[in-house]
């Protein structure tokens, strides 16, 4: 019996092997439909069960039969791509020529402070010791402006010491100048002396809550510039601590360090 054909596009009956449906005039049988091919292969013995499900069936094994190698290439190229474009994790890791290049030095490990940072903390001890020009004469002075806060001062468990401030109204330590003399204070900053390290509780502690510190030895020298402008009247060592609050470095702590 001769194998009838159809135009799988408008249903008419074509000659076997004609290029085209003498009806619709379409391509008869389309060149290639691989899903349709499929469909028709895996469906043809169960197409009269339950015809929903095993549509679903045969388009969801279509769809991993074919895409699963598309995923597989997809998934080597992007790992591959991460692996070669991707920096190493130890790309931070130099090479070495000894042991001791590896070691940092203490005075390497505490050289983290910025120019701008070293200006800054030079200029708020500066500015400190010159607040207390009038400081006898006045009721009251702007010394405390270039201190901690009030609020980040009480919430330390650690109290800091203030012997600069208080050392000055000491007279045994800074003799009196009267204000015709022209009293004049300078804080002289010894800039090797100058670290991030902590040398005190109170330094250790505000560390401890994420606070950038700072620590340096200075010369306090009192003068009375009327009287002799070249030799101070008294001058005392101390180790100052300093913390960075809100951005701008401020004093904690002035501990008298000088040799008696």
Known sequence: MKEKMYCVWCGNEVETGAPKCAECKKAVPPKENLFLDFLLEHTKDSIKGKIEDSVYETVKNFLLSHLYGVVVGLSLIVVASVAVFSPSPYSHIEKVGSIDEARASSSQAAAVLS????????????????????????????????????????????????????????????????????????????????????????????????YEIATANITHSLYAKNVDSQNPVAKRDYLVTFAKENGQWLIVETVDISQN
Not at 131 to 144: E, I, K, Q, V
Not at 165 to 170: C, I, L, R, T
């Open 115 to 210: 120019a701008e940072d070293k200006a800054a903390i030079e200029s708020c001890i500066t500015k400190y010791a010159a607040s207390l020009d009038s400081a006898r004469f006045m009721a009251g002075n702007d010394a405390y402006t270039y201190a901690i806060s009030d609020e980040l001062y009480y919430s330390l468990e650690n109290e800091a010491e203030y012997s600069l401030y208080y050392n000055y109204y000491d007279e045994e330590i800074f003799p009196y100048v009267r204000a015709e003399d022209m009293p004049s204070n300078v804080a002289e900053i010894h800039k090797n002396t100058l670290s991030t390290a902590s040398k005190t509780a109170i330094g250790a502690e505000l560390q401890t809550l994420g």
